[in-house]
């Protein structure tokens, strides 16, 4: 039996007090899923809340979005995503944080989903993250003290991307500046490039271009 992959989901739908909307990007989880799932991957979800979770970029003309959304047996999973108490973290080998502005708000904070990550890479597991989803390692650290992300190559959502969708003083913190701090030495390229990096079995990608990347990388990686 393999382990299975754990993907963690935002459970907050506003962008700030600016009224839009935002949730989990859409192809920020059916990218990574297809591929793993292909590969014959048992995937389960998890959020903040647990229950329904909003969702953003809700666009079925993407083949693979559509497919993910139109599969019954998933579907139903991520509407009924888990509570972090929910999950026994020995059951995984790769916990993957997926973006979706909505991430910025409830992942970094979230003592219950670090712990859990740091248990899954403590095992020997991988920790995943695409877009805004690394805002979910900010704040993991490992049982000798140190910041998960400390010292490793890293890639997220990056500040000129946050300025060009004019989100810079809507996010609570600035993600690249925040992994910086941290001490993960920040790799990126130009806005809207794939961009995906793994160092010590973390995998972190840019933006939702670098999704189905990511979802490569950690097979890759599960492969080894």
Known sequence: MKKKILFVVTSHDKKGNTGEDTGYYLGEVSHPWEV????GYEIDFVSPKGGTPPVDGFDLKDPVNKEFWENKEYKNKIDHSLQPSQVNPNDYSTIFYAGGHGAMWDFADNTELAALASKIYEN??????????????????????????????????TNEEEAEV???????????????????????????????????RVITGQNPQSAKSVGEAILKELNK
């Open 36 to 39: 793993l799932h292909k590969a």
């Open 124 to 157: 020997n597991g991988i920790v995943a993250g695409v877009c805004h989803g690394p805002a979910g390692l900010v704040n993991i650290k490992l049982s000798n003290g140190e910041y998960l992300v400390a010292g490793k190559k890293i890639n997220a959502f």
């Open 166 to 200: 004019k989100l810079t003083n809507v996010v609570p913190f600035l993600l690249e500046e925040k992994l910086k701090e941290r001490g993960a030495k920040f790799e990126k390229s130009g806005l809207w490039q794939n961009h995906v990096v793994t160092d010590q």
